[in-house]
């Protein structure tokens, strides 16, 4: 198994989230993140100052798979998500040793 | 005896319902207990006419026990009459067949020492001993318990109500606030059953009495609720989960279960103001009173006390706002709302008795004077002091008397993981954040500059969920309806009016669009503006009014990353517009 990691533009999660259903995906991980790549440094204009953005917003969504699905499914996440601007963000895949549903006390495959 | 004690308990018919049934219920559970003290007394050979009882403390001792509540049990006894062992022995007589019957025990053995000596050290003890009850055995032991007992929480109450107030108020963060609660535990909340025992509590110090009527009602529909879920249940348990909602709700007639969160949360306010008048009353009873406020005689002539005006008609007397002698709520429409813009100037609490009074005010014109208008202003922009005042109009239905419209939203649950209040709750809430949020010096820049502006956000603030209403799809566009009159009915400028509507329409469009779209696409920004009317200062009142609703929702709601988002947009907007 395969934990897909893809940290986001936030306004891509839906985008994300629609095209990881519509491949068969059937739950994921979603939670607020702050952070930069290469992007980082630029500057805001508000309320009359300017300020440096250091930590941009960002979503990050988390997606147990098969090792089988990892390669195709985290493109699918790259094609949502991309827009071919930079801060676009960043999809990584790692491995995973078990999983166990917490409800059934089932784990490997039949837990996804 | 005992052997199916438990079920039959839970299959005791619930009708007569209420306090008749759980009076019923103790009956049952009381002949039980009482049968069983004589086979105990039989079986382990001891006298038990005179010197020893047997006596139910809290829930049973007040016959408010439901249907699978614990017994809590004490046997008492003089000290003198029965040896330790012929003690021991009828205890074991008695709680041996209770466990194996599946009751829940709560127990205890203790002389009329012991009694005083647990109560004065254990504040929950000493509770339940107020209520203490005799089952069996000699009366006369009990009765000298319990007058020992009371003559001592009276004569310590000084010492034991700052212990009674902190063990309130960490109960009350720990378990949060009744009325609020989508999943509230009915007992242990704030406003919920133990508040009222608490109340009782106080009362019986003797150092002030206790609110009755609406409190003792809301007391008993709480038990209600908790008997209701009981049965449904078939367990020992006083959180109200959602899976249980439908039934619970069925079971007591209710249509639905957000129907049934909304009388909750009317008990529970209920329950918390009287325990908040109840505590600041024996507060009071326990400073040493004012010479000001005592009648005074010059030159042989009785004095009336001397006492500080605050307002028009509005006085202090003993640290609470009351009515002055010439205060006339029959002839004085704006009356309640000047009382209510003083309270909240002067930071004094309505007396009960003011508030009672207030309820005879007569309606407002349509519209309303522009004074009036000036007093609910006033109240709006003093931040959080307003809101015990508006929970203390609302309990008294003022709120709804100049607002119809509030009902629909009136103790309203909102079935959502970030809101932690009822739709009113929230709505007050956002109305005293503007205040904060508008203090901040980081918004110095964008902040309203002008006074009518920040009173346009006020309203908004004020109405923003107003059309959160049974049945409303889109509750911004069924505000933006029902906010129209009620601006009209204020007698607010035609200006005013449009931009609290255009607020009220599109309050959620800066936190929507900063988390949905794309902020590096020039479009989205004109977008924003134009839905704002190409207007900078409503683009800085909808920042205001974001930030506040946010926050006013809970603490998840407005997290850094999410104000990032905003200010970002904002930002972006703002510069579109030049």
């Known amino acids: ?112 | 005896m005992l052997r199916g004690l438990r079920q039959a308990r839970l299959a005791h018919p619930t009708s007569p319902a209420g306090a008749r049934y759980r009076s019923a219920l103790a009956a049952l559970v009381d002949g039980a207990l009482t049968d069983l003290w004589h086979d105990a007394a039989a079986r382990s050979g001891v006298d038990v006419g005179t010197g020893i009882a047997l006596s139910a403390v809290g829930s049973h001792g007040r016959r408010d026990a439901g249907p699978t509540s614990d017994l809590d049990l004490m046997l008492v006894h003089d000290g003198q009459t029965h040896t330790p062992e012929q003690v021991a022995a009828l205890a074991e007589a008695l709680w041996y067949p209770i466990w194996d019957s599946g009751l829940d025990l709560d127990h205890s053995v203790r002389s009329l020492a012991q009694c005083r000596h647990v109560a004065s050290a254990d504040l929950p003890a000493a509770v339940g001993l107020l209520d203490v009850r005799c089952l069996a055995g000699d009366a006369g032991v009990l009765h000298r318990a319990r007058s020992a007992v009371l003559a001592d929480w009276r004569s310590a109450a000084r010492r034991r109500l700052p212990e009674l107030l902190n063990s309130t108020r960490a109960r009350a963060e720990r378990h949060g606030e009744l009325a609020y609660l989508i999943e509230p535990d009915l007992k242990e909340a704030r406003g919920g059953i133990r508040d009222a025992v608490v109340t009782w509590a106080l009362a019986a110090t003797w150092l002030t009495d206790r609110p009755h009527g609406d409190v003792d009602a809301a007391y008993e529909h709480l038990l209600d609720v908790r008997d209701a879920l009981a049965s449904v249940t078939a367990r020992h348990t006083n959180r109200l989960l959602r899976v249980h909602q439908p039934d619970v709700a069925a079971r007591l007639g209710y249509g639905d279960p957000d129907e049934l969160l909304a009388g909750i949360a009317q008990s529970a306010r209920v329950v918390a103001y009287s325990l908040d008048t109840t505590v600041r009353h024996a507060k009071q009873a326990l400073r040493r009173p004012s010479l000001r406020l005592r009648p005074a005689l010059v030159r042989g002539r009785r004095m009336p006390p001397r006492l500080r005006t605050v307002a028009d008609n509005l006085v202090e007397h003993d640290g609470e706002l009351v009515l002055g002698i010439g205060a006339r709520p029959e002839a004085d429409p704006e009356l309640a709302l000047r009382a209510a813009a003083t309270a909240a100037r002067s930071r004094l609490p309505l007396s009960p008795v003011t508030v009672a009074s207030l309820q005879r005010t007569t309606s407002l014109p349509t519209p309303w004077p522009a004074t009036a208008t000036e007093h609910l202003l006033a109240l709006l922009r003093s931040g959080d002091a307003q809101i015990p005042i508006w929970e203390v109009l609302d309990l008294a239905g003022l709120v709804t008397r100049w607002f119809p419209e509030w009902a629909a939203v009136r103790n309203r649950p909102q079935r959502s993981p970030v809101h932690i209040y009822t739709v009113d709750r929230h709505l007050v809430q956002t109305v005293a954040n503007v205040h904060a949020v508008t203090r901040r010096g980081e918004l110095v820049s964008t902040e309203p500059a002008e006074p009518a502006e920040r009173d346009t956000v006020l309203w908004a603030a004020l109405f923003h969920d107003i059309g959160k209403v049974a049945g409303a799809g889109d509750h911004a566009a069924v505000g933006e309806r029902l906010v129209g009159p009620i601006l009209e009915r204020l007698g607010l400028a035609e200006q005013t009016r449009h931009d609290v509507r255009l607020l009220v329409r599109h309050h959620l469009v800066l936190a929507e669009t900063a988390t949905s779209a794309d902020l590096d696409d020039p479009a989205v920004a004109a977008r924003v503006a134009a839905t704002m009317e190409d207007r900078p200062a409503m683009v800085a009142l909808l920042r205001v009014l974001t930030e506040a609703d946010a926050r006013a929702a809970g603490p998840k709601a407005w997290t850094a990353w999410r104000a990032r988002l905003v200010d970002t947009l904002t930002a972006r907007v703002l510069a579109h517009l030049g």
């Open chain 1, 1 to 112: 198994m395969k934990l897909i990691t893809a940290v986001i533009q936030p306004h891509k999660l839906d985008e994300v989230k629609s095209a990881l259903e519509a491949a068969g995906v059937r739950g994921m991980t979603v939670s607020e993140a702050s952070g930069y790549g290469r992007q980082k440094g630029h500057t805001e204009v508000y309320r009359g100052a300017e300020y440096t953005v250091d930590l941009v917003p960002k979503v990050r969504v988390e997606v147990l798979v098969e090792d089988g699905d990892a390669t195709t499914l985290a493109g699918v996440v790259v094609s949502a998500a991309q827009s071919g601007k930079i801060g676009d963000g960043k999809v990584w895949v790692s491995p995973v040793e078990d999983v166990i549903r917490v409800r059934t006390g089932a784990s490997g495959p039949d837990a996804l």
